[in-house]
């Protein structure tokens, strides 16, 4: 069986590459900000099966996998930022606080005409940043790729607690990715 990655980030095809598939990556190249909704499961969730459902429309006889992130604090979402100052704006904001990190995935087969999607979370409360560490970091990192302008080594670097899913490691939900496999007919 053919399967489709509809995602360039290097933390998704990481995912990937843990399941020891064969697996082609064809970004979707859609437009996110056409589509919004003001909470952050719906979007991601909305975003996730939109870009899958994109690339099912390309590749009908292969199973297409999408994913998305946000971070969520109140109600403010925080998708990818726009400038490293964005980026510092956005640490700044969730230094000293609680917030979610939000991820959705979406797995499309068009011939069986099945779509199957999940939304998970992961609450995280970093410490208090200092300015120094948060240039350090968006000087480090390619931070205009990750939703609130972090990833999984700034989590480790910043957080004092983590509960619920782990998968800001790789922004898409591994275990719940062979479950929808499995039920397509993929030998995991």
Not at 56 to 65: E, G, T
Not at 140 to 167: C, M, P
Request: glycine share 4%; net charge neutral; proline share 3%.
């Amino acid at each position: 069986m053919r399967i489709i990655l509809a995602s360039e980030s290097k933390f998704r095809q990481r995912a990937m590459d843990l399941l020891g598939l064969a697996y082609e990556t064809h970004p979707s190249a859609l437009d996110e900000k056409s589509i919004r909704d003001t909470n952050p499961k719906r979007l991601t969730q909305k975003l996730a099966e939109a870009k899958a459902q994109k690339m099912a429309s390309v590749f009908p006889d292969a199973i297409v996998i999408s994913g998305d992130a946000v971070v969520s604090k109140g109600d403010r979402i925080y998708e990818k930022p726009r400038s490293l100052e964005e980026a510092a704006q956005f640490l700044r904001e969730l230094s000293g606080s609680e917030f979610q990190f939000v991820t959705a995935l979406a797995v499309v087969h068009a011939s069986a005409q099945k779509t199957l999607s999940t939304v998970e979370s992961s609450d995280i409360a970093f410490r208090h940043l200092v300015e120094r560490e948060i240039q350090a970091y968006i000087g480090t990192y390619e931070v205009l790729s990750y939703a609130g302008a972090f990833e999984s080594d700034a989590v480790l670097r910043f957080a004092e607690r983590i509960s619920g899913s782990y998968n800001f490691v790789t922004a898409l939900p591994v275990s719940r990715l062979i479950v929808f496999l499995r039920a397509l007919g993929v030998d995991l």
